[in-house]
Structure formats: structure tokens, C-alpha cells
């Protein structure tokens, strides 16, 4: 999957972006892990999400996980 442009988290704006992501939104982490958001409670500091490919230190595949912002390598749609 290639990185949204839409939602590029990168940059000085990149942890405002990161606390309005979408339900739905896929994303990749830093340890290699896909996750889907399925959970934001708009604060800025979480959000909870479902694994769909696992990665190096992630749960299992369909099991949710409350991520930050900083282990998120990029949105990817």
C-alpha cells in the first residue's frame, strides 16, 4: 500500500492531522505492522486500532491495540 497524501502525518502539522484520522483509515507502523483505526477519541494522544498484518512487536492479527502518534510510520489509506 503507498502513503496517503491526503493524511501526511509528517512535518509540523503531522500530530494535529494524526487526532482527526477517520474510523477506517489504514496505517503502517514503525515496526512493520498494517493496522486499521477503528477507535479516535479525538484527544491527540491515541487511537485504537485492529491489526490486519502483524508486526514485529504487535498483537495478534483482529486483535485491537491503543497506539500514539510517534509509532506511526505513515497513513496508507
Known amino acids: 500500500m503507498e502513503a496517503s497524501k ?6 509540523i ?7 482527526d484520522l477517520p474510523l477506517g483509515l ?3 507502523m514503525i515496526d512493520g ?4 483505526i477503528v477507535g479516535n477519541p479525538h484527544d491527540g494522544a491515541v ?3 485492529r ?13 485491537e ?3 500514539f502518534f510517534a509509532d506511526v510510520k505513515e497513513v496508507v489509506g
Open 33 to 36: 505492522a498494517l493496522v486499521e
Open 13 to 19: 502539522h503531522g500530530a494535529e492531522i494524526f487526532r
Open 47 to 49: 487511537l485504537v486500532v
Open 65 to 67: 491495540d491503543t497506539i
Open 26 to 28: 489504514k496505517l503502517r
Open 6 to 11: 491526503q493524511y501526511d502525518i509528517t512535518g
Open 51 to 63: 491489526v490486519i498484518e502483524p508486526g514485529e512487536r504487535s498483537p495478534a492479527v483482529g486483535e
